[in-house]
């Protein structure tokens, strides 16, 4: 089943520059992550946030988490050709599954 | 490398053959997961087995069945292909504990095409 909504569906930018996606959510959440899908391929995780947690780094990754607003941001800063895949939220219930957003497809033109 | 291991990564059926697809894990997780994902959509959960305990989603056709003969391997079973049905299976797992996240490891996903 799917949370919220990600926003842009589609974002498309140039190598070097920053990409910021946005995800929000409906109800409480112990902890929200991210998963990166290179076209035709499986999804893999990027980063974790709990609840408890305003913002995270993992390399070029920052996400932030804002539970007032039930919302996300993940920003990739100096963009890579390789960047270039969908992103999706997903958030998990108090069943252990995850919810998915409706992710977000990122290009990064040479 | 511990992973997670889809067959086949490509399949073609017709319209109403019989479909199994597989999945193999190495990480020991605990929970297994069939997804189908369409084009530019999020995965859709289909099943999940939790140890031994089989879970079926409400909205999954009666079409897909699913076997887990050991906390290796996980099959999907498509027992009658429509054209509805082509799209990006994706199998994952996870350790499920008390106090941890659930963070997925997927495989690469078998894309089915139905003729």
């Known amino acids: 089943s799917q949370q919220g909504e990600e926003d842009p569906q589609a974002l498309s930018i140039q190598e070097g520059e920053n990409a910021t996606m946005n995800c929000s959510y409906k109800t409480s959440i112990n902890n929200l992550q991210w998963y990166r899908q290179n076209s035709g391929r499986g999804l893999v995780h990027l980063i974790l946030i709990r609840s408890n947690e305003r913002e995270k780094h993992s390399g070029r990754l920052r996400v932030t988490l804002d539970t007032s607003k039930k919302s996300s941001s993940l920003l990739i800063t100096a963009s890579r050709a390789a960047d270039t895949a969908s992103y999706f939220c997903?958030?998990?219930?108090?069943?252990?599954?995850?919810?998915w957003g409706a992710g977000t497809k990122l290009i990064i033109k040479p | 490398d511990a992973m997670v291991i889809q067959n086949p990564r490509y399949q073609v059926t017709q319209f109403g053959k019989p479909v199994t697809l597989s999945c193999s894990q190495t990480?020991?997780?605990?929970?297994m997961y069939w997804y189908q994902q369409k084009s530019s959509q999020a995965p859709k959960l289909l099943f999940h087995?939790?140890?031994?305990?089989?879970?079926n989603e409400a909205d999954t056709p009666d079409n897909f069945q699913s076997r887990r003969p050991n906390t290796s391997f996980c099959f999907l079973d498509i027992r009658s292909p429509g054209l509805g049905d082509a799209a990006m299976y994706l199998c994952?797992?996870?350790?499920?504990?008390?106090?941890?996240?659930?963070?997925?490891?997927f495989g690469a996903g078998s894309r089915l095409t139905v003729l």
């Open positions: 087995y939790y140890d031994k305990d089989f879970n």
């Open positions: 990480l020991n997780h605990n929970v």
């Open positions: 994952a797992t996870s350790r499920v504990t008390v106090s941890g996240a659930n963070v997925l490891t």
């Open positions: 997903a958030t998990d219930d108090s069943n252990y599954q995850l919810i």
